[in-house]
């Protein structure tokens, strides 16, 4: 069972910058993929940014692009989401998910929500003048 912590939200002003983490935790016998989500008042989930189990490949919405970097420390079991250029539209709670992907799956990079199996509370964040 994973356990997953995201931090690292707030409040910053457009064009600003912030750093996410998600730190797993718990025990599994799997390789895993990592993806963050974000969810705004009144709209449907977003996939912002996955990765597979070894952080070799990576994927990005288009609305993001060129923004945000995702990366992997497997020894430390967290996964970063540094969000450059923060717009008013990336105003969202941000999860990020966990995918037990298997071995032969491990370079796999999971885009949709209901292949995520492990969710995290989510963290807020807010870009505001």
């Known amino acids: 069972q994973l356990q997953l912590v995201e931090s690292g939200g707030g409040l910053v002003h457009p064009g600003g910058s912030l750093r996410l983490s998600c730190a797993a935790s718990g025990v599994t016998s799997d390789p895993y993929a990592i993806g963050w989500f974000r969810q705004a008042p009144g709209k449907e989930p977003e996939g912002v940014s996955c990765v597979d189990s070894s952080g070799q490949f990576t994927y990005y919405a288009d609305s993001v692009k060129g923004r945000f970097t995702l990366s992997r420390d497997n020894a430390k079991n967290t996964v970063y989401l540094q969000m450059n250029s923060l717009k008013p539209e990336d105003t969202a709670v941000y999860y990020c998910?966990?995918?037990?992907?298997?071995?032969?799956?491990?370079?796999?990079?999971?885009?949709?929500?209901?292949?995520?199996?492990?969710w995290g509370q989510g963290t807020q964040v807010t870009v505001s003048s």
């Open positions: 998910a966990a995918d037990p992907v298997g071995h032969s799956r491990r370079w796999y990079v999971p885009t949709n929500s209901y292949e995520y199996d492990y």
